[in-house]
Each structure stands twice: as structure tokens, then as C-alpha cells.
């Protein structure tokens, strides 16, 4: 019978899994807690091909609990509802360890039913999920468990699988395949830390093999865009939406062109065009004033073309706000009135600001605004805030040569 290689690999021991050493290695907690045998109610968190679900095979063996397991995307209330009804039973005498798999594809109902199992102990839950639990797991299971994060693996790691899996291909073969010098190596590096990925990649090499040799050209083809790891709904499109903007902010243009390339070859155009306006405003500010309309027309022209072309006008606006002065006094001005309002800290409008069609209509003096353009330098002293927070400051000049220069104008202005 068939047996797909990326389960034929799947390691027996936590020694054999590859990565994952912040948490699985001599010092690591996952690892402390396995040797310990008592294993407690876990989510395991991260891309899929990490090794989520064979950390949880081998836990589960290591304990003197009757493994049961479900995928949440075909399994429903009946399912568990059948696990449940062996609870107590000799078919479960020392109680249930369940791995869900997916478990973000179980509604709150669905999550809510283990609760009571899992509180007394009955259940010892083991769940996985790619996308962030603390956005798609139920508060209540949430604090039941711990949660460890796996992380996308390196080249390096995923190439040490890659070379026992040759070793499993080869030995399924009468004459075993010779593998170009590169090939390994770059299918270790193409699958974007998903050791499926390459472990797929290398069983259709050697299926598809011509002659007795697996080429790096057939590598290439097999693995080309596979490295892309990208979810529009799920933490992979705003983590990279985040380190976009934060390369833009820590005016660094190379690690801006690697982010806005990962969101082009996404195919999220819309994305990249917002992240990349507000950092204009929120990041150069008032240091460049003119990076807005230029950013502007930037992200118009990108979406006028469409891609591949709005790589060009895009790349044009990352380069010029990576490179660009930086000031935040903008959004820490507004964010400082926006808290005041919030707080409730606004008050009625001073009599001078007041719309002038309500002057001579029961009010107990005339508006009295002084127009600021009828004095030396357009300027008069005035009260413009309520008087409740007439003396609130909210901006603060940055220290850039525009806004120290405004600065300096309007100290010699007001003296």
C-alpha cells in the first residue's frame, strides 16, 4: 500500500524532529515537560510542515492515556460526543488524550463541549492550529492550556530531513538516483520552512526522474513559488504588512523591498499600497511634508497599472520614505488630542470661535474674533481652545531641520 513520504519520514522520537530547539532542545520547556510524562493541555501554534502534529504523536505515546484524534475541518459535535461516551469506560481507564488538529475550524459551541473534561481531567487536550489561538480559540480552552509557538524551520534543518528522505526514496528503488549538487539544497531552501513541502517536492523529483539522475533544473521547476507563505485572513498577510511598514520606519530600504516583494508576488497590491501611504504621514511626517503627494501618486500610478508594472512606482515610494528624514510628532499629536476628547476633556467652544450668525441674537457680547490677517506677521494672540483645556499641548516640534525651522519662525512670530 501507497505511503506518502512525508509520513514514512515522520520521526518516532523527539530527538529526530528537526528545529524547533527553542522549545525542544536539552533546555527547552516542551522538552522538560515530555520527559516528565505529565503532559498538560497544549496548543501548538505555527506553519503547517513544522512538526506540530508529530510532537503531538509522540507526546501522546509517552503517556498512559488512550490516544484519540480528530481534524476539526470534517469532524462535528458527534464525533465528540462518541469520545466523550467512552470516558469511564474500559475502553478509556486512564482517560482520554485528544489531539484536534485545526482546531480553529471548531466553533465556539464545538470548543465549549470539551470543556468540562478538560477542567476535571478526563480530557487532556493537544491541539494545533496555523493560525493565531488567541484570535481563534476560545477564551475558556485558552486558559487551560499553554501554548508554544513552532516556528518556520531553516534551510539547514530542513535539508537534514531532505537527506534521510533520498535515503528512503533510493531504498524503495532497484537503482537508486544520483541527485545534482545543489538539488538538496535548494528544495530545502524553496519550501519556506515546510518540511511537506520538500519531502512533496523530492518524491515527484524521483518519480518523474529521467535516466538515473535528478536534475537541479527539475528542482527548480518543481519548487518554483513554493517558499511563498501567505494567508490574506491569517497572521502571514499582517505580519508582513507590519514588518513592511516597520522597515519603512526603521529606514531600512533593503528589508522594505524584501517585504513590498512578498505582498507583489501575493498578489496583494491593496495592501502594500495602505501600508505604504500611512507610513508617509505617520512615519516622515512633517521631516518631508512632500513624501505624501509623491507617495500618492506613487500607489495611483501602481494601481493604475496593475502588477507586474506597479512593482515599479511602489518600489520608487519604499525606496524614497525608507530613505527619507523621519518625524512622528504627527501622530503623536493627534493621538494626544484624540485621548483627550476620548477622556471627555473637550468643554463648550470659546465665544470668539463661535459661527458668527449667532451674533446679536441673546448672546451676552458680540463674537469679538480677531482675524489674524489684519495683524503684523498674521498673527494675534487668541484663545482658540475650550476653556477647560486651554492649555493643553498636543504637538511637539520634531527635531528635524523643517519643523525646528517652523519652530523658530513662530517663536520670533509670537515674541
Not at 503532559?39 to 502534529?53: A, D, L, W
Not at 488538529?101 to 494545533?128: H, M, P, V
Not at 507617495?295 to 501602481?302: E, H
Not at 485621548?339 to 471627555?344: E, H, K, P
Request: charged share 25%.
Amino acid at each position: 500500500m501507497y505511503k506518502p513520504l512525508a509520513d514514512e519520514i515522520r520521526p518516532r522520537s523527539l530527538d529526530e524532529v528537526v528545529g524547533q530547539q527553542h522549545i525542544l532542545g536539552p533546555n527547552g520547556l516542551l522538552r522538560r515537560i515530555a520527559d516528565s510524562g505529565q503532559i498538560p493541555n497544549m496548543i501548538f501554534y505555527g506553519p503547517s510542515g513544522t512538526g506540530k502534529t508529530t510532537v503531538a504523536r509522540i507526546l501522546a505515546e509517552r503517556t498512559n492515556r488512550s490516544l484519540r484524534k480528530l481534524n476539526a475541518t470534517t469532524a462535528g459535535i458527534a464525533d465528540i460526543k462518541q469520545i466523550i461516551a467512552e470516558l469511564d469506560t474500559m475502553l478509556t481507564p486512564g482517560g482520554v488524550l485528544l489531539y484536534l488538529d485545526e482546531i480553529q475550524y471548531f466553533n465556539k459551541k464545538q470548543q465549549q463541549s470539551l470543556l468540562e473534561f478538560i477542567e476535571d481531567g478526563r480530557i487532556t487536550l493537544i491541539a494545533s492550529t496555523t493560525e493565531n489561538p488567541y484570535f481563534c480559540v476560545f477564551n475558556a480552552v485558552l486558559s487551560r492550556s499553554t501554548v508554544f509557538e513552532f516556528k518556520a524551520l531553516r534551510a539547514s534543518d530542513v535539508e537534514i530531513a531532505a537527506k534521510r528522505a533520498t535515503e528512503i526514496l533510493n531504498a524503495r528503488r532497484e537503482t537508486p538516483l544520483i541527485l545534482e549538487d545543489g538539488v538538496l539544497r535548494h528544495i530545502s531552501s524553496a519550501c519556506g520552512g515546510d518540511v511537506r513541502k520538500a519531502m512533496n517536492a523530492l518524491e515527484l523529483l524521483f518519480s518523474a526522474a529521467a535516466g538515473d539522475t535528478v536534475t537541479l533544473a527539475d528542482a527548480k521547476a518543481v519548487s518554483q513559488r513554493s517558499a511563498m507563505r501567505y494567508d490574506r485572513d491569517g497572521d502571514e498577510h499582517f505580519d508582513t504588512l507590519s514588518a513592511l511598514m516597520k522597515s519603512l520606519r526603521g529606514s531600512d530600504p533593503d528589508a522594505a523591498l524584501h517585504y513590498l516583494a512578498r505582498l507583489l508576488e501575493a498578489g496583494d497590491l491593496i495592501g502594500a499600497c495602505r501600508r505604504i501611504l500611512c507610513s508617509a504621514s505617520e512615519d516622515i511626517g512633517l521631516a518631508y511634508p512632500q513624501a505624501v503627494p509623491i507617495v500618492k501618486a506613487c500607489v495611483d500610478a501602481a494601481l493604475q497599472l496593475g502588477l507586474p508594472e506597479a512593482r515599479l512606482p511602489l518600489a520608487e515610494a519604499c525606496l524614497l520614505l525608507a530613505t527619507a528624514p523621519k518625524s512622528n510628532s504627527v501622530v503623536m499629536a493627534i493621538d494626544r488630542a484624540i485621548a483627550d476628547v476620548r477622556a471627555g476633556h473637550s468643554g463648550g467652544f470659546p465665544r470668539e470661535l463661535q459661527n458668527v450668525h449667532a451674533d446679536g441674537t441673546g448672546f451676552e457680547r458680540e463674537q469679538g474674533y480677531l482675524y489674524p490677517h489684519n495683524f503684523p506677521g498674521h498673527w494675534v494672540r487668541q484663545q482658540y481652545l475650550p476653556d477647560e483645556i486651554k492649555n493643553a499641548r498636543y504637538y511637539e516640534y520634531g527635531d528635524n531641520k523643517n519643523e525646528q525651522a517652523a519652530k523658530a519662525y513662530w517663536e520670533q512670530i509670537k515674541k
